[in-house]
């Protein structure tokens, strides 16, 4: 099927992309031991003393001093910015120790280097009004019905945008990787009548999506019914308002589609939107046959036949077969048969298209496990021209989507919304080589060939932590390795301190996790390491606030690596990063989107 003629919004060049990528990594790359550093080595290691010159509460001050980039630094933001400037941020930190010296300057160079201001993002509503074209967007439920506050807002935003790709490629296949609960997957195949697939690895989702479909469709429908008692009110009260001759006839098509509506409550593959007008089927075929000449009257006949048949195949475009009648003989007269033969013509049509519709309007939850080198023709046997979407995909599950998207010919299109940095695959984090697995990052060419590696702590970076809870484990590391001489340990204390009462309890707590011995440990030993440490717990604080700060920076990095990994690729149409979500909602609120060249098959 051919794209429509609109275009697209302007995407960031290939050229553009990478140069704000080699920005961004040289600002990172700076602040990388900053940014790798464990907290819970914090006193252990004297990180405060190897990393940071202010004193913490000069840092503190200085980032809550720190608002908007309204700085003369500012003034050539984007792509277009001089290359000076990058210099001056890099002397946020000493060229020699390492450490950071300006933190004014670093947190304006955060900023700096943030998606929106390097200019490489595309406006959502730009992306939105291009695809929408002369179409009008579907009229339906919202999700927050269903959903909590945040799911309802990522869902909305997300599955208008699926669906306006769908329809920009001509496709009515969705395959949705990760899609846990089935939320997006139900929402796409109920509010836009999609045919989706729901990949996920955990068959305890997969059963949940199944159920939890099942009762989303029976809410969606009493929705629908609330709505259909609406229209059938309004097409009375037009009655009453406007009686012609005519009027019971038309009163008999109206209650005869409203009831075969109704059918549509013992049907789970259909969902009836609220497309039907304002105006009622009584008013759409009234005759004032009062005041008109006979010439008035043929011409205002055809005139709202005309419009009669535009709004009942409205309508009868998301209704199933079986809602549909065929007028007979027995609803005109003989002088109107040639007009009501095209009528039914035109239903006859609108029959298969209605099949097509009820037949594509299905949500598939499916259990697999996806790589880079899944086989979707394994694993969806009737496998056609269709686009991958991902909402929060974990880990290397957003990049694999990405590779199997520019892999596959069948696949036109994706949107990717990633999360879970800190579980993604590093090939230069470890020195063991392994040439044939598939990492999560680098994905482009140009930080492959740099060797780049974030590490697991700098994408743990926006995990803000209570700083209580952070202070509560460096003083447990301190006593781990003092008391016991353990510096490594490949067990976790995990989420200990939301269920301890005080130190001493979480200390107890957290040695039997890691499975050490603690009746050699007297409270009052527990509680002499935090009074000793506790003077220093604004040191914690502050070390921790300059890693969320830099936490954006590493998420730009990996979105730029992803974006240019894509504009690598020659069947490449159309690629850019969108910021879907509100941020303060869901933080993780960037897409990356995709669409191929029309001639790949």
Same mark, same amino acid.
């Given at each position: ?144 019905? =269903? ?216 949500? =598939? ?75 999560? =990052?680098?994905?482009? *060419? ?122 690598? *690729? ?32």
């Amino acid at each position: 099927m051919s794209r429509p003629s609109r275009a697209l919004p302007a995407q960031p060049a290939p050229a553009a992309a990478a140069r704000a990528l080699r920005r961004a990594a040289r600002f990172v790359r700076r602040a990388l031991p900053l940014c790798r550093a464990h907290t819970v080595e914090f006193f252990t290691r004297g990180l405060w003393q190897r990393l940071v010159a202010p004193r913490p509460d000069a840092v503190l001050e200085a980032l809550r001093a720190a608002g908007p980039l309204a700085h003369p630094l500012a003034a050539g933001s984007g792509a277009a910015a001089a290359p000076c400037d990058d210099d001056i941020f890099s002397s946020a930190f000493c060229e020699n120790s390492e450490k950071l010296v300006n933190v004014h300057l670093f947190a304006l160079a955060a900023k700096y280097y943030s998606l929106s201001n390097l200019g490489v993002c595309t406006p959502l509503e730009d992306v939105l009004e291009a695809l929408k074209g002369d179409s009008e967007g579907a009229i339906g439920i919202k999700p927050d019905e =269903f959903m909590n506050n945040k799911k309802s807002h990522e869902v909305q935003v997300m599955s208008e945008l699926v669906d306006g790709i769908a329809n920009y490629c001509g496709i009515k296949q969705v395959i949705d990787i990760g899609s846990g609960k089935g939320y997006l997957s139900s929402f796409l195949s109920m509010q836009y009548n999609l045919k989706v697939y729901g990949i996920d690895c955990s068959s305890s989702n997969t059963n949940g999506a199944h159920e939890r479909n099942r009762k989303l469709k029976k809410h969606w429908r009493a929705y629908q019914s609330r709505g259909k008692e609406s229209l059938k009110s309004q097409s009375l009260e037009m009655a009453n308002d406007r009686p012609v001759e005519n009027e019971i006839n038309c009163r008999t098509i109206s209650e005869e589609l409203l009831h075969n509506a109704n059918s549509l409550q013992n049907q789970d593959q259909v969902i009836i939107q609220d497309l039907v007008p304002s105006c009622g089927f009584t008013e759409m075929a009234t005759l004032e046959t009062n005041t008109e000449t006979e010439a008035d009257l043929v011409t205002e006949t055809q005139s709202h036949e005309t419009k009669l048949s535009e709004e009942v195949l409205a309508i009868l475009n998301v209704l199933p077969v079986d809602a549909i009648e065929d007028f007979s003989s027995s609803h005109c007269n003989c002088g109107e048969l040639c007009e009501e033969e095209k009528v039914q013509r035109k239903m006859t049509s609108l029959k298969t298209k209605a099949r097509k519709s009820s037949e594509s309007n299905l949500y =598939f939850p499916l259990t697999s496990c996806i790589t880079a080198e899944t086989e979707l023709n394994d694993i969806i046997t009737d496998l056609e021209d269709c686009m991958m979407v991902g909402l929060h995909t974990c880990g290397d599950l957003a990049a694999n989507t990405l590779r199997i998207f520019t892999a596959k010919p069948e696949i036109k299109a994706v949107c990717s919304v990633g999360c879970c940095y800190h579980l993604l695959s590093e090939q230069f984090e470890n020195q063991e080589e392994c040439h044939d697995q598939v990492w999560g =990052f680098p994905m482009c *060419q140009y930080l492959k060939n740099k060797g780049w590696c974030c590490g697991r702590n700098a994408r743990m970076s926006a995990c803000l932590l209570p700083t209580e809870s952070l202070f509560y484990r460096a003083v447990l590391q301190v006593i781990v390795e003092e008391i016991y001489g353990v510096t490594k340990s490949d067990r976790h204390v995990g989420k200990t301190f939301s269920k301890s009462s005080s130190f001493v309890d979480y200390v107890r707590r957290s040695l039997k996790k890691l499975e050490l011995d603690d009746s050699k440990l007297p409270d009052s030993c527990i509680m002499d390491y935090y009074e000793k440490y506790k003077h220093r717990m604004n040191e914690l604080e502050a070390f921790n606030m300059l890693k969320v700060v830099l936490a954006p920076c590493i998420e730009v990095l990996i979105l730029l690596d992803r974006l240019c990994y894509l504009k690598e *690729q020659e069947n490449i149409a159309w690629s850019g990063l969108v910021k879907l979500f509100d941020p303060v909602k869901s933080p993780r609120c960037y897409a990356v989107i995709a669409l191929k060249n029309q001639s790949c098959s």
